[in-house]
């Protein structure tokens, strides 16, 4: 809801949409993607656990509590070129291959910090082995710093029609447009006012001017708003980071639950003359 009121905000305002941080580009560049909920991870006999992935901490946790065959591998192209040339041979000596061939339903989960094309080889086999098991790919943000980041880039593109995967989405001439991104835009003087509605402080130069709406009050921002954020019981949604929506009130028809300030103030500053 907040995201949406966004996109109108900047439109109204022939502003541009930036997000910060950066998502990650398997969202828009990954041209074969077998992607997994949770919920298909959850139900699965046997999970690869790739590289590290301790920052979805919760996750994992829950993931290890459900699933009965665990592995890790290294987070290196090395290890899983090798396996999609196994599986092609049709060689089971390969540790990966091994467990493709010995479980019907597999997750490999890893961090989306890590590398595109790693990320994609993993998705590419993935695809290839679909005939001998069902192979699914979860990737898991950094829950202490993407909070809804999946939620909100997808509500810009419905609304917009654009992804902000390499860039931001730029309003100056009333159509939706692609623009640079946050970065390139602070290091050239290219920003005036930030309205800023991120989890946390964007990391900006101390002389943009900022409206900030979020769980704390900023003492750098000239206008600060203090909103809940992802509280429990707002009658407002989420995206989890597998791409499954979720209310975060129990009934959000019974009235009990709080509407978002984040969104009834996006909505009056562009209501606003």
């Known amino acids: 809801e907040a995201a949406r009121h966004s996109v109108?905000?900047?439109?109204?305002?022939?502003?541009?949409?930036?997000?910060?941080?950066?998502?990650?580009?398997?969202?828009?560049?990954?041209?074969?993607?077998?992607?997994?909920?949770?919920?298909?991870?959850?139900?699965?006999?046997?999970?690869?656990?790739?590289?590290?992935?301790?920052?979805?901490?919760?996750?994992?946790?829950?993931?290890?509590?459900r699933v009965n065959h665990i592995t890790t591998v290294p987070a290196d192209l090395a290890t899983i070129r090798a396996a999609r040339l196994a599986m092609k041979q049709n060689d089971s000596c390969d540790p990966i291959a091994a467990l493709l061939?010995?479980?019907?339903?597999?997750?490999?989960?890893?961090?989306?910090?890590?590398?595109?094309?790693?990320?994609?080889?993993?998705?590419?086999?993935?695809?290839?082995?679909?005939r001998r098991c069902r192979l699914s790919v979860l990737s898991l943000p950094d829950l202490r710093a993407f909070g809804n980041l999946r939620g909100a880039l997808e509500v810009i593109t419905w609304q917009t029609g654009l992804s902000c995967a390499s860039g931001g989405v730029d309003f100056a001439d009333g159509a939706p447009r692609p623009c640079a991104g946050a970065t390139s835009l602070i290091s050239r003087n290219a920003i005036d006012l930030v309205v800023d509605t991120g989890l946390h402080p964007s990391p900006l130069a101390a002389d943009i001017q900022r409206i900030r709406l979020g769980p704390e009050l900023d003492p750098h921002a000239e206008v600060s708003f203090v909103t809940p954020g992802?509280?429990?019981?707002?009658?407002?949604?989420v995206m989890r980071f597998d791409g499954v929506i979720l209310w975060l009130c129990d009934d959000p028809s019974s009235g009990a639950a709080i509407p978002d300030p984040a969104a009834a103030i996006l909505a009056r500053m562009t209501e606003s003359p």
């Open 8 to 65: 109108a905000l900047a439109e109204t305002a022939r502003a541009r949409l930036l997000p910060i941080p950066a998502p990650c580009p398997i969202l828009a560049r990954s041209p074969v993607v077998q992607s997994a909920t949770l919920g298909h991870v959850l139900s699965c006999d046997a999970a690869i656990l790739i590289g590290d992935v301790a920052p979805a901490g919760p996750i994992i946790e829950r993931i290890r509590e």
């Open 230 to 237: 992802l509280s429990p019981g707002l009658a407002a949604r």
């Open 101 to 130: 061939h010995a479980h019907p339903r597999i997750a490999a989960i890893l961090s989306t910090t890590r590398p595109f094309e790693l990320i994609e080889q993993w998705h590419q086999l993935a695809a290839e082995a679909q």
